[in-house]
């Protein structure tokens, strides 16, 4: 007797970095092809101007996982 196998749900999942949390997002959205409200998101680091207020010191990282839909 084999063991039966149960079909595992996989999620698409991005990670992005940018100049700011909102555009690393936005890029995520376009990556998945989703909506904001199709989506969970997770900042896992905002920007950091850095030195003299310079912009792109350090860049904004976001995690962005598609909800599973319900059949």
Do not use: C, W, Y
């Amino acid at each position: 007797m084999t063991p039966q196998r149960s079909k595992k749900h996989l999620q698409e999942v991005v990670e992005v970095e940018a100049k700011t949390a909102q555009e690393a997002i936005r890029i995520a959205l376009h990556k998945l092809r989703a909506e904001r409200s199709d989506v969970d998101i997770q900042v896992l680091r905002e920007e950091n101007k850095g030195l003299f207020s310079m912009q792109g010191a350090r860049l904004a990282k976001v995690r962005v996982k598609k909800k599973l839909q319900k059949k």
